[in-house]
Nanobody, 124 residues
């Protein structure tokens, strides 16, 4: 069984910064793309950014410049650094990862796994 555990959310004033972390754990053989999504109240979940195991990044166009994604492959951890936060950045931020896992019977399979989400609230 694998899981993603996020941390780093909280309350921040407009213009402030925050760093989110997400660590993958369990019977993991390989971690492919990792990413961050967010869902604001009453809105659909949207991509913030993603990063491949080789370090190639992809950002939703409106997020470029204020959000920076990075990862530590040795720790199976992905980070999201956000600067100049705005009240409209308030949302639950979710981590996502594409993982190659192994079962106790020795069978391997690719899974798309989500974290439980961490709330970021930006006050004006």
């Amino acid at each position: 069984q694998v899981q993603l555990v996020e941390s780093g959310g909280g309350l921040v004033q407009a213009g402030g910064s925050l760093r989110l972390s997400c660590a993958a754990s369990g019977s993991i053989l390989r971690v492919n793309t990792m990413g961050w999504y967010r869902q604001a109240p009453g809105k659909q979940r949207e991509l913030v950014a993603s990063v491949t195991s080789y370090g190639l990044t992809n950002y939703e166009s409106s997020m470029k410049g204020r959000f920076t994604i990075s990862r530590d492959n040795a720790k199976n951890t992905v980070y999201l650094r956000s600067n100049s936060l705005k009240p409209e950045d308030t949302a639950v931020y979710y981590c996502n990862a594409n993982l190659l896992t192994t079962s106790p019977e020795g069978r391997s399979s690719w899974l798309d796994v989500w974290g439980q989400g961490t709330l970021v609230t930006v006050s004006s």
